[in-house]
């Protein structure tokens, strides 16, 4: 989506959207573009009642006495009450009305005594629009030019040019790492194997940001059993990738991002049931959420210093594939029982964060994981699990959770729930019991983090994929972590 901005003024032809505060009153722009459509919007939102409510839309299209095609009169919300958030939502319906029209003009008139400030208002909705755009259609070859949307740029008019996009500057390169999120999550899994993951998150090296791949042979060298042992059912070669990121001076902290990247996840000889398996192919959505954050990072040139590690594997069936009943060791020495080889993703997660603490020592891990089917039981799609025995992290992660709509539970960890994943004949087994599969899958992995580390955990298997879409997002992958990150950075990181 081509996005632009212009001076206030009104457009001779095409479509136009004029922004709506609650209240219904239309600003000095929007009155004149009444009176160009001889009044046909002002009495199609009276007759509608339509007063501003944010997200509410009235199209007029084909005016009498305009050579506009469409107007719409998109509504933005209460002043006093307005977030970004909301507006940038109404941007995304707004979408929707405007989805057939080659190219848009969005009016925004100053809107007085808004909790937040026009140039952001401006940025947001263009935020929305461009986010509902996306669409995954590479592989399509046989859909009607009728069926498909024909929006690919609008301009914004507001007094604030400058300031507007300066604001959607920022929006604009975290949403960048949103979309190549998506699309990694969306290719089918014959296409994104680890191999070719690996080569496209290399793509993203320069500009400052350092991206380092590292191969099977290397980590025999390091000892990834746990890993190792995932990947050794697919003829696939596994691969660990480093993302580096130095924003910040050298003795500012580090923060790290691991991403479990099962590329697909068949269950291996613990196979999956036949039905829903294809869901599978976005079982490396972490790996999918880290790769499009350091995108983000690296286009607003964010002042941290940052690392982010891909383990990327592919599990499944085959004559050398992992067995149920299996002793793997870890890169740092833990024994572990594979008592369910589809419980793989915490063992991929074990040694991807033994290598960030042994060679970047970093202050603060956050990992995230598709990790388990609980989550989804638990929370559905409305939430990710927050697991984390450390408050203050806790609350930034959940602070910038809300801020974006990306939203947090905190879900208990404890000794009573590590005990359950002891093993008799190893450190440890994969899988805790019938109960709490969650949380015994983030005691797994907290026993891989070093003592004096802050950690969190965040199982994203409920929010990755959206079989009905969401207001920024149509049907497929969401991007989810992204935006939460970046700004779980941006408020903790840069101040």
């Known amino acids: 989506m081509k996005v632009s901005f212009a001076k206030l003024a009104r457009p001779a032809s095409g479509a136009v959207a004029v922004a709506v505060a609650d209240g219904g009153k239309l ?3 929007g009155q004149v573009i009444d009176r160009a459509t001889g009044g046909a919007l002002s009495a199609a939102m009276k007759a509608a009642k339509h007063t501003g409510q944010a997200g509410k839309t009235v199209t007029v299209y084909g005016p009498p006495r305009s050579k506009l095609t469409t107007v719409v009169a998109f509504g933005i919300g209460k002043a006093k009450s307005m977030t970004a958030q909301s507006i940038e939502e109404a941007g995304g319906t707004l979408y929707g009305t405007l989805s057939k029209e080659p190219r848009a003009t969005i009016i925004l008139d100053d809107v007085k005594s808004a909790a937040v400030a026009t140039a952001d208002i401006v940025a947001a909705i263009a935020s929305g629009v461009a986010l509902k755009s996306y669409r995954f259609d590479k592989y399509r070859t046989m859909e009607k030019a009728s069926a498909k ?21 920022v929006r604009e390169a975290v949403n960048a790492g949103v979309l190549l999120t998506r699309d990694l999550v969306s290719e089918p899994p014959n296409i994104l194997t680890p191999v070719t993951f690996a080569a496209r998150a290399k793509e993203l090296a320069g500009g400052g940001l350092k991206v380092k791949v590292i191969g099977r042979k290397e980590m025999e060298k390091m000892g990834m059993g746990a890993l190792l042992g995932v990947a050794q059912g697919s003829i696939h070669e596994p691969k660990l990738v480093v993302f580096e990121w130095n924003g910040a001076g050298k003795n500012d902290p580090t923060v790290a991002f691991v991403g479990k990247g099962v590329c697909f996840d068949s269950g291996g000889i613990s196979l999956k049931p036949g039905a829903g398996m294809w869901d599978m192919k976005w079982d490396m959505g972490g790996a999918g959420v880290v790769t499009g954050l350091f995108k983000a990072l690296a286009g607003r040139k964010a002042k941290v210093n940052a690392v982010g590690i891909l383990g990327l594997v592919e599990n499944m069936p085959d004559a050398n594939a992992q067995r ?10 833990q024994t572990i029982e594979v008592l369910n080889t589809d419980a793989e993703g915490r063992l991929v997660l074990a040694d991807a964060l033994w290598y960030v603490q042994e060679h970047h020592k970093p202050d603060t891990i956050v990992d995230l994981a598709t990790l388990t089917g609980a989550i989804i039981a638990a929370l559905a799609e409305h939430y990710a699990g927050l697991f984390s025995d450390d408050d203050d992290l806790s609350a930034q992660l959940t602070d910038a959770g809300l801020a974006v709509k990306e939203r947090l539970w905190r879900m208990p960890i404890g000794p009573e729930y590590d005990k359950l994943i002891n093993s008799p004949i190893a450190d440890m087994k994969n899988l805790g019991g019938r109960y709490a599969g969650a949380t015994t899958a983030a005691q797994f992995v907290k026993r891989f983090i070093r003592k004096g580390t802050a950690w969190a955990h965040l199982d994203i298997a409920g929010v990755t994929w959206a079989e009905s879409g969401t207001p920024l997002a149509p049907k497929g ?11 779980f950075v941006a408020d903790n990181y840069e101040r």
Do not use: F, H, Q
């Open 27 to 29: 600003g000095k722009i």
């Open 324 to 333: 149920p009943g299996d002793v793997v060791t870890s890169a740092d020495g």
């Open 477 to 487: 992958g969401t991007g989810y972590g992204v935006r939460l990150l970046d700004r």
């Open 149 to 169: 949307p024909k929006l690919n740029s609008i301009s914004v008019a507001v007094s604030d040019v400058a300031g507007a996009r300066e604001a959607y500057k």
